[in-house]
């Protein structure tokens, strides 16, 4: 009798501990493709950030238009910076939920005509919402860009100031 309390307890743990690990390590993840722009007119090429449940790659792509003095390779127009697969996160599972139905098209700082340029692009259960802002912080789509730039390194990051773009927007610059 003894050695089936012990027998059942022992199982009895080692259920309830598994069940936790399982929670933390297979949560749900929906899928979803997140693509965030991030335009450098002056250096004439934008970086593009393809974020989905699965992974995320970056991708450098050239504005230019090829010339004769330039070869018309792929190459020159789209670098791929970085391809990496995710793990299971919990940062990654609240975005796989995020709903951006309740933002607008777009968020414009007025009177501000150069700098900070961002598009996102939300795809999931086959509905696409696009959304730009131009010198303009938005709660939503900093958590975006702070979860993906924790993804990249450094020299790959996307410069989102918050407090510059805040002062901006508030007419201070």
Excluded: W
Aim: with cysteine; aromatic share 8%; charged share 25%.
């Amino acid at each position: 009798m003894r050695y089936k309390l012990i027998v059942i307890l022992i199982v009895f743990i080692t259920l309830s501990c598994e069940d936790d690990r399982t929670t933390q390590t297979n949560g749900v993840v929906m899928p979803f493709e997140l693509i965030v722009s991030d335009y450098d007119y002056s250096m004439d090429y934008h970086t593009q950030y393809i974020l989905t449940d699965k992974e995320l790659i970056v991708i450098q792509k050239s504005e230019l238009e090829p010339t004769d003095s330039l070869a018309a390779s792929s190459e020159l127009q789209n670098s791929v910076l970085l391809d990496t697969v995710l793990a299971f996160s919990k940062e990654l599972q609240e975005l796989s939920y995020l709903e951006l139905d309740s933002l607008k098209q777009k968020y414009k700082t007025k009177g501000v005509h150069d700098g900070t340029q961002i598009s996102v692009k939300l795809t999931k259960q086959n509905k696409t919402k696009k959304i730009h802002l131009s010198n303009y912080y938005h709660p939503v789509i900093g958590r975006i860009i702070m979860f993906i730039n924790k993804l990249v390194p450094k020299e790959q990051q996307i410069y989102y100031n918050k407090e510059e773009l805040q002062d901006l927007m508030n007419g201070h610059k």
